[in-house]
């Protein structure tokens, strides 16, 4: 591959500790949509299978015709648990991505959270100066497995060629979506929704327990030139 040129980080369970968020705030909103016995735990099920995909995405093949109430009750919900329960990063990680982004290398910040949630919880961690690209499904266009977002943040960071984009994330759609965008390395991390079987099987070139594990990696701390 390529030398390295940008670093597409996942958000929740990658560099932000999840603590059972995403659940709680779906729950929250089986609740508003009045979703009960059967169909909630089918529903929760589904949720947690496509972990890390477009929240309006997920919502539409749940719930049909309701799939933007559902996302507008989400979004809401997830605001106030996060607010009640606490947001927190992934013990090192904003120390790893300063490091990264020392020895020269590029940084996004890639979410299936809508761009105003997204943006409440890059304020309530104070990671405003820390990703120069922030990118949600709305920004780009679709959401994992689809490469979207890693296209849209290749092209903003101008980098030389696709094998030249790492991807790193917690779950097989983040894998996918690093495959199909013909990223060079997609590491999986083991801090957030899915095992080392899953991450490999969907495409994982490494996996490794957490994202400060990165600075491990000779072909990002080697010197740049």
């Known amino acids: 591959?390529?030398?390295?040129?940008?670093?597409?980080?996942?958000?929740?369970?990658?560099?932000?500790?999840?603590?059972?968020?995403?659940?709680?705030?779906?729950?929250?909103?089986?609740?508003d949509l009045e979703v009960t016995g059967e169909d909630a735990t089918l529903a929760e099920a589904y949720v947690i299978e496509t972990m890390g995909q477009s929240k309006i995405e997920v919502?539409?093949?749940?719930?049909?015709?309701?799939a933007s109430v559902a996302n507008e009750a989400f979004e809401r919900n997830f605001v106030d648990a996060a607010q009640e329960l606490g947001v927190s990063e992934i013990p090192g990680a904003r120390s790893t991505v300063e490091t990264l982004r020392s020895i020269g290398l590029q940084v996004a910040l890639t979410t299936g959270f809508s761009p105003s949630t997204r943006e409440a919880l890059i304020e309530e961690l104070g990671w405003g100066d820390l990703f120069e690209l922030r990118v949600s499904p709305a920004d780009a266009g679709r959401g994992r497995p689809a490469p979207d977002m890693l296209l849209w943040c290749?092209?903003?960071?101008?980098?030389?060629?696709?094998?030249?984009?790492?991807?790193?994330?917690d779950t097989s759609s983040d894998m996918q979506a690093g495959l199909r965008a013909g990223a060079?390395?997609?590491?999986?991390?083991?801090?957030?929704?899915?095992?080392?079987?899953r991450l490999l099987e969907a495409g994982a070139d490494d996996v490794?327990?957490?994202?400060?594990?990165?600075?491990?990696?000779?072909?990002?701390t080697e010197p740049r030139v």
Do not use: H
């Open 1 to 31: 591959m390529n030398d390295v040129e940008l670093i597409c980080f996942d958000m929740a369970g990658t560099t932000l500790i999840d603590n059972g968020l995403v659940l709680e705030a779906f729950r929250r909103t089986i609740d």
């Open 208 to 220: 490794i327990d957490s994202v400060v594990d990165l600075l491990g990696f000779d072909l990002l």
């Open 59 to 66: 919502f539409t093949a749940l719930f049909a015709e309701r």
């Open 154 to 169: 290749a092209l903003k960071s101008q980098i030389t060629a696709m094998n030249a984009l790492m991807v790193v994330g």
């Open 184 to 197: 060079g390395y997609c590491v999986g991390v083991l801090s957030g929704n899915d095992d080392a079987p």
